[in-house]
């Protein structure tokens, strides 16, 4: 498929720590983004969808901030090419600590739930880290389809964040349902620790590293879905010691299986069978934990391998339709050579496959 440039807007967004009605802000076009394909695909541009903002609400007792994105319009039985798109939206951390979790949800205008079936996509990036798999990326540090993954804090251990971080919001909607949703937003709450406050929050978390292990290898993530049963594989090295806590994976409809295997151990690290509707809806992909056991060793030189099976019942070809990521958190034997990865100023974005595209 022929691939096109194309510029993506940003807002950037100063949110203070408080408990203030923090509005955001339009940044100037400085901010602009270079993305590969993600918003381009076929010759054919998604519509902007317009006056989709970012909020992010501190909650400076609770610990928590709430981004919100919204308001978006979703006519019913609209694909993911035919829905206007949010533009890609910047959050700016507003704090040192960590992030310990996040948890998605999608609301009306009054509070009331919206079926998760509408999100196709949201992933977040941190512009000022390079992932520790795939260094042409930036760090993937939350994703959620369909499915809504809730993922939960892993007592001790968090994402270690700077204040003025920049974390890239790409969202992509979509409605294959009979029901239009007006005014919907998506709201993912996020709990944090201050690396330095209050004395209830002095032991200090050990860092984790989202762990992207894609069926793509290091390019971007969306691919063609054929018709009926298919099966899609790639490799990754690993470039230092650590273990992997947990994985659990990202499919879209009509996936049925992701498998992680490290080949230099000849090991099935997890198999993660799908639950998916009576029309191949993708419900949930289970997260196997290896906590317990102090995490799933990786040592420096492991290959791993990474599988994603689909069975597409719509009797055509899917464009873009696919992706296939096993994904964990990582825990590096020896954080201090991790800070390399830290991006002090603004990347020049690479051609190399970017963003997580559709
Ligand atoms: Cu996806």
Request: hydrophobic letters at 40%; proline letters at 5%; glycine letters at 10%.
């Amino acid at each position: 498929m022929k691939r096109i440039l194309t510029i993506c807007g940003a807002i950037l967004l100063n949110a203070g720590i408080a408990f203030a009605q923090d509005k955001p802000v339009e940044a100037p076009h400085d901010m602009q983004h270079m993305h590969h394909g993600g918003f381009m695909q076929g010759g054919m541009h998604h519509a902007a969808a317009k006056g989709v903002v970012l909020d992010a609400k501190v909650d400076a007792a609770a610990h928590t901030v709430t981004l919100r994105v919204g308001p978006m319009n979703l006519p019913a039985n609209t694909s993911h090419m035919k829905m206007p798109q949010p533009p890609d939206l910047v959050w700016e951390v507003p704090m040192e600590g960590w992030l310990l979790a996040y948890h998605p949800r999608l609301v009306d205008a009054s509070g009331n739930a919206v079926p998760g079936t509408v999100l196709h996509h949201v992933a977040f990036w941190n512009e000022n880290r390079a992932d520790f798999l795939c260094p042409n990326k930036e760090e993937h540090i939350f994703g959620a389809g369909s499915e809504m993954t809730d993922w939960t804090e892993v007592p001790g251990y968090g994402y270690g964040v700077r204040k003025g971080d920049k974390i890239r919001i790409e969202t992509m909607m979509y409605n294959p349902t009979a029901t239009s949703y007006d005014k919907a937003y998506l709201e993912v709450a996020i709990p944090f620790q201050e690396a330095a406050g209050d004395a209830s929050a002095a032991t200090p978390r050990k860092n984790v590293y989202p762990a992207w292990m894609d069926v793509a290898s290091c390019g971007n993530s969306g691919y063609d879905l054929p018709a009926g049963k298919s099966e899609k594989a790639g490799t990754v090295t690993v470039k230092y010691d650590g273990v992997l806590l947990g994985v659990g994976g990202h499919l879209h409809d009509y996936g049925k299986q992701i498998v992680l295997e490290d080949v230099s151990r000849k090991e099935t690290v997890a198999t993660l069978d799908a639950k998916a509707d009576a029309e191949g809806h993708l419900e949930s992909v289970p997260v196997k934990l290896f906590v317990q056991e102090g995490g799933y060793k990786f040592a420096k030189g492991d290959v791993l391998k990474v599988s994603a099976t689909y069975d597409n019942s719509t009797g055509k070809l899917l464009r873009d339709g696919a992706m296939g990521i096993a994904v964990g958190y990582f825990v590096a034997a020896d954080d201090t050579k991790m800070a390399g990865l830290r991006r002090n100023s603004k990347p020049s974005h690479d051609m190399s496959g970017m963003s997580h595209d559709h």
